[in-house]
């Protein structure tokens, strides 16, 4: 199993700004995976991104990255120019070789500013 | 697209009732899951299933059962619900192990 941390509970950004969340990760798999996945108020929890433990490229998918290094276990999502509807709480997930499930950090709870 | 389904969106329920929480997905997918979800403490998974009748526990599973008789649904079940037990909960399935998760609406789950 994985240890995941965020430890920004909250954060504040201008819209536009350039995003980083913060997560750490402690797992003794050697093959694993890193998910970054965004709650709405309304509630649903959206998939964001993917890292696997042996991607050599950082995962990208539109104006979401993953800066995913190694050696510093750690899976920081980088949102770039950020929009009003980015507001939402965003978790760091990792899951091993098995199949018992992603664990999850706390959250950090994202406001965008005008 | 992949759709995970749980039964109801809000529950209201008496302390000692015996709660069942269902869901269903429809991608014929192996691996499914229950969270319950709380504020400061993220997401924490209760039971998993990777294969029909097959249960295991996951981080908290007291106070809870499941079952899986069929692979496209998975109920949660709360033998005598207590307020500590107010939460919201999560299901969620995979394809297979270490692949995105997809995730019902969720179910806010009142204890009186």
Redesign the interface.
């Known amino acids: 199993a994985q240890k995941i941390t965020q430890t920004q509970p909250g954060m504040f950004v201008q819209e536009k700004e350039a995003v980083t969340l913060d997560c750490t990760y402690d797992t003794s798999d050697q093959s694993y995976g890193l998910f970054w996945y965004k709650q709405p108020s309304s509630g649903e929890m959206i998939f964001l991104i993917y890292q696997g433990s042996y991607d050599e490229q950082n995962a990208t998918e539109g104006r979401y990255s993953l800066n995913f290094q190694k050696a510093r276990k750690s899976a920081n999502l980088v949102i770039s120019a950020s929009q009003l509807g980015d507001s939402a709480m965003y978790f760091c997930a990792g899951g091993g070789g098995g199949a018992d499930g992603l664990t999850f950090g706390k959250g950090t709870h994202l406001i965008i500013q005008p | 697209d992949v759709k995970v389904t749980q039964s109801s969106r809000y529950l209201v329920k008496r302390t000692g009732e015996k709660v069942f929480l269902e869901c269903v997905q429809d991608m014929d997918h192996?691996?499914m899951?229950w969270?319950r979800q709380d504020p400061?403490?993220?997401?924490?998974?209760i039971y998993?299933s990777?294969d029909v009748k097959m249960k295991?526990k996951?981080d908290i599973p007291e106070g809870y059962s499941v079952s899986r008789e069929k692979k496209e649904r998975f109920s949660l079940i709360l033998e005598s619900a207590s307020t500590n037990q107010t939460s919201?909960y999560?299901c969620?399935s995979s394809l297979?192990?270490?692949?995105?998760?997809?995730?019902g609406?969720?179910t806010r789950l009142t204890v009186v």
């Open positions: 192996e691996n899951f969270y400061g403490l993220g997401l924490r998974l998993f990777y295991e996951g919201m999560l969620a297979v192990a270490n692949t995105e998760a997809f995730f609406q969720g």
